[in-house]
């Protein structure tokens, strides 16, 4: 069979042990390197990848032969939690960070994610969805093919579903891919001010069952946090979200442990977010129910704090983890996920090929896409980044660079 493109002189292509779930642990230190080959796509799809030169079965005059110039060859990144929609930016925050103001008490002062709530309300959906475009263009510049997109900067119907809309317009005009997720329980609105049971009950009752009927939403989470939401409001939430067949995530263990993790095992979640403050039986307890732990060195990184999430001890304890940037205004202003991959390295100590197994096969059975997104198997989508590096310690290593030369998106060039 002829190819349609093919991609050729790749010093290096990233191809994922893809064996039917994410990899746990030192599996996550496994990879296979293709040196000095090519990527044949036929129909939008991988058709093969080998060392060598493509020779003249794969080739006719109808392919396009593409030079990869001694390059690094990766499948497209995914970047699996992001808030994307949201008016207004948070950059007056920025001064109180720098003098120590806590993230938790600008919140508590109305700030915060209650800012840009209001930011939100007042913006229509187009533009949001201009606002969100533009964000998800910078993603694809930085080689991100798939991302994960939470609501919860509306709080309310109106503004909720409008986010949800609007995830659900750019997924359908966008190169990048995207995974809803249903987050109202992100922080209690002024309506509910010190009624946050009352809140979770609106939740439960009034949007969750209008967000699965017009099917806006394949995941639900919530923002487990001192302050914020308890276990207890977590664990009925995301109870009452399965029962009506969403997956679930769980912000939890961020600023402080208040016991999202033993929600996250008795509901068995898909993965449990942030982790920073996670203990050492909560790892266990994950390891245990095979959750993935979905690590954000970035917010780390944008909030000052010094202890990053414990990512070895996650692998040694046999874990999958995920690497994301959770873009949002307030805890990681960024749309480069590269950065972010550094990050995991330069402070968690991962290696180049754990990181990147975090942001491609890991990635996508984070937001159920294993299988299909985020490998390099025959008949995948040919989601495909080019790096101007020669390998991927070298794309790891020369940081805070965006080294990205082209991105394919299903076969199709769209950087
Ligand atoms: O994942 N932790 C809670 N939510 C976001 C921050 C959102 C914001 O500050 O606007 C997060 O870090
Ligand atoms: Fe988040």
Redesign the pocket.
Known sequence: MFADTVIQNLSQIFVPNAIERPLRGSEMSQVNLITNGYIAIKDGKILKIASGKPNDSLINELTQVIEGDNKLATPGLIDC?T?LV?GGS?ENEFSKKLNNVD?LDI?KSGG??LS?VKATRKASFEELYQKSKQLLDKMLLHGVTSIEAKS??GLNWETESRQLEVVKALNENHPINIVSTFMAA?AVPPEFKDRSDDFIDFIILEMLPKVKSKNLAEFCDI?C?YG?FSAEQSYRLLEAAKKLNFKLKI?TD??KTIGGVDVASALHVTSA??LMKITELGIKQLSEKEIIGNL?PG?TFSLMEKNYAPAREMLREGMAITLST?S?????PTANLQFIMQLGCFNMKLTPIEVFNAVTINAAYSINRGGTLGDFEVGSPADIVIFDAPNIDYAMYFFATNLVSDVFKEGKRVV
Do not use: K
């Not at 949002?328 to 990681?332: A, E, F, L, M």
């Open positions: 939690h808030h949201y948070r993230y919140l915060g994610i840009t919860g900067y992100h923002f946090e914020v912000h961020e600023i977010e942030h954000l917010t959770d949002n205004p307030g805890s990681c």
